[in-house]
């Protein structure tokens, strides 16, 4: 099961924030677990294969201790989903990225966004979100019913738009405490912001393929 960083030793839980913050602002190659380690406040360089066994042990585990909150909401919009009979794009697309924006605080969403970027780049069998396919079934659910409501997309055309729409999303939250800035004529509110780039990662996923007018 995942475990929530409250859950994890005071060491523990310094290491999984220093390394969210330094994966996510040079990339899960730009930093060394020593200065992960410095980061955090320890003197023990052997700290992270001691809490965490491996590089790929500590990138999971910052990946899940996100999980738990998100994975709980997403299964209940799932619920409602199936009570309402609507397992459409839409619906789906949203109980998959909006918790991300409802659960976490600005401060902890940025962080994580960022994070999440840095491991795009993780490769397929070793990513996060497959190494975790077993202890979050509304998240796999909901991927899988997403995939059904876009059924005339081939798989790997809906795997690359899916991407880009989440990392649509994940960028557009990693602004929210620099780049992004409220005012009357803009962005009136956070959640303003957030539905607009919901409905701008939903127009990644919609349009047909081949787009229209395509000849070969």
Known sequence: MPRLLQKFPPIAQRLLLAGERLYGQHGVDGVSLRQIVAAAGQGNNNAIPLHFGSKLGFIQAISEMRLPPLEKARLILLDRAHADGDLGARRMLRILLMPLAAEMNAHDFEHYARFTLAVMRVEP???????????????????????????????????????????????????????????????????????????AALAVLAPPFPPDGWQD
């Open 125 to 199: 069998e070793e990513h996060p979100f497959v190494k975790s396919a077993d202890i979050s079934p509304a998240s796999m659910e909901v991927h899988r019913r997403l995939q059904q409501a876009l059924g005339h997309l081939p798989t790997d055309v809906f795997r690359r738009r899916l991407a880009l729409a989440c990392n649509l999303f994940l960028g557009s939250a990693s602004q929210v405490g620099g780049k992004l800035r409220l005012t009357r004529n803009g962005y009136k509110s956070r959640a303003l912001y957030f539905e607009d780039m919901f409905e």
